[in-house]
């Protein structure tokens, strides 16, 4: 069965541009969360989706916002690149999300410029 | 706070038994887990320890959770230099999904 799976796995993009990040989960399970994890540093929460619904929020800005398709799939985006969104971001995927391990994709590796 | 502590660099030589430590703040946490990541790679669920159990043992891993003190361990035995890998110790706070992560302990295993 396949793994929680990420596209793109590198992306470079300038300041201020927009990105927009996709990640399938595993077959079965119906709940996305996204990290961020910056070199050097433990992944960082930044949203968690169950059914649709935004069931938790990290401390990122608004800049930073998602959404779940009803085939459970999810986008991250983010708006107004700053060099600091620099980082490696992780989908993880679980059957409800509460309480639930989490199973992480490879990542997406964003470079901004 | 918030933070989840880890010693940051451990060596051991292959066919030791290594032990990652890492220490929590949440005393309702539920779950812990243990993560590995390889270079260039996403995080791997090695195993996991509900908060009411005090050890959970799985082929070469075991976990110690002493919950008084707030310490969990990872101890991996016959340590091979594919174990070389950033080791993650995550809570789990019944907060929407979020998971807690410490900064990582990197394990170096030296033929």
């Known amino acids: 069965d396949a793994g929680v799976t990420q596209s793109p796995t590198h992306l470079i993009k300038t300041r201020g541009q927009h990105v927009t990040l996709r990640c399938s989960p595993i077959?079965?399970?119906?709940?996305v969360s996204w990290y961020q994890q910056v070199l050097g540093q433990g992944p960082q929460f930044i949203f968690q989706y169950y059914e649709k619904e935004e069931r938790g929020r990290g401390n990122f800005p608004d800049r930073f916002s998602a959404r779940q398709f009803p085939n459970y799939s999810s986008e991250l985006n983010v708006n107004a690149l700053l060099l600091g969104d620099s980082a490696l971001y992780l989908c993880?995927?679980?059957?409800?999300?509460?309480?639930?391990?989490?199973?992480f994709g490879d990542g997406t590796r964003l470079s901004i410029l | 706070g918030e933070d989840v502590e880890q010693s940051l660099f451990l060596s051991v030589r292959e066919g030791d038994s290594s032990v990652i430590n890492c220490t929590y703040t949440?005393?309702?946490?539920?779950?812990l887990y243990w993560y590995k990541q390889e270079p260039g790679a996403g995080l791997q669920l090695l195993t996991y320890?509900?908060?009411?159990?005090d050890m959970k043992q799985d082929q070469r891993l075991t976990v110690l959770l002493n919950k008084k003190d707030k310490h969990l361990s990872l101890r991996i035995a016959d340590t091979q230099t594919g174990d070389s890998a950033i080791y993650f110790c995550?809570?789990?706070?019944?907060?929407?999904?979020?998971?807690?992560f410490g900064q990582g302990t990197e394990l170096s295993v030296k033929p």
């Open positions: 993880a995927s679980s059957f409800t999300g509460e309480e639930q391990p989490q199973h």
């Open positions: 077959s079965g399970h119906k709940s």
């Open positions: 995550a809570e789990s706070r019944n907060q929407g999904g979020k998971l807690i």
């Open positions: 949440d005393s309702s946490s539920t779950y």
């Open positions: 320890i509900f908060s009411n159990m």
